[in-house]
């Protein structure tokens, strides 16, 4: 009869452990996140003209926004666009000639992201670019809008959370358009929220 008690005793336990457990709530919150993050700064064109390089700007302001898709690993998929202006050119006796070239870009960008350590990713994208050039003469202004099909870019950023969904940091950014063969760089300040 002990021996019977003893194992009624120990299906009682086991029948108990297991409805305990089914009990427990095993749904697995998920970790994904989005994030938007803008980026301003200055940028920088690695001169490569050959008619008038001595009169061009090759420094300017420049824009950027991200969108990412962060799940729970290391890396991040996103998209990336901005504005940034290669050079500038003004006609040397600008006064009685006004004549003025300029190129500016909008990359549309793949991205991928990867957290190396804590606050700190390196990124990587490829993709397209309109490249948009406007020449103005006397009275008259002409645009051209080109589609640069191979491009990319390598990027290192720093990204310190305020709060759970504000973020700020900067970025370094090297950027490369293939149509022309041009090289940029910019740095930028960054405020991003985790959506």
Not at 20 to 41: I, P, R, W
């Given at each position: 009869?002990?021996?019977?008690?003893?194992?009624?005793?120990?299906?009682?336990?086991?029948?108990?452990?297991?409805?305990?457990?089914?009990?427990?709530?095993?749904?697995?919150?998920?970790?994904?996140?989005?994030?938007?993050?803008?980026?301003?700064?200055?940028?920088?064109?690695i001169n490569t003209l050959v008619v008038a390089k001595s009169l061009a700007k090759t420094n300017s302001a420049g824009i950027s926004m991200k969108f990412f898709w962060e799940p729970e690993h290391r890396l991040s998929l996103g998209l990336e666009t901005g504005f940034y202006r290669l050079y500038k050119v003004k006609s040397p006796d600008y006064d009685i000639n006004k004549g003025e070239a300029s190129m500016s870009v909008v990359p549309l960008l793949l991205t991928i992201r990867m957290r190396i350590v804590d606050h700190f990713y390196l990124s990587t994208g490829a993709g397209l670019a309109i490249m948009i050039n406007k020449v103005s003469g006397v009275g008259e202004q002409l645009t051209n809008k080109v589609l640069s099909m191979s491009n990319y870019q390598f990027s290192g950023s720093y990204i310190y959370p305020l709060t759970k969904h504000w973020q700020v940091g900067g970025e370094l950014k090297v950027l490369n358009y293939g149509k022309t063969a041009d090289w940029m760089y910019t740095i930028q300040a960054v405020c991003a929220v985790r959506l």
């Open positions: 009869m002990s021996r019977k008690f003893i194992i009624l005793i120990l299906l009682l336990f086991l029948m108990s452990a297991t409805v305990h457990a089914a009990k427990k709530d095993t749904t697995k919150v998920s970790q994904n996140h989005y994030s938007l993050a803008v980026g301003v700064g200055w940028a920088h064109y």
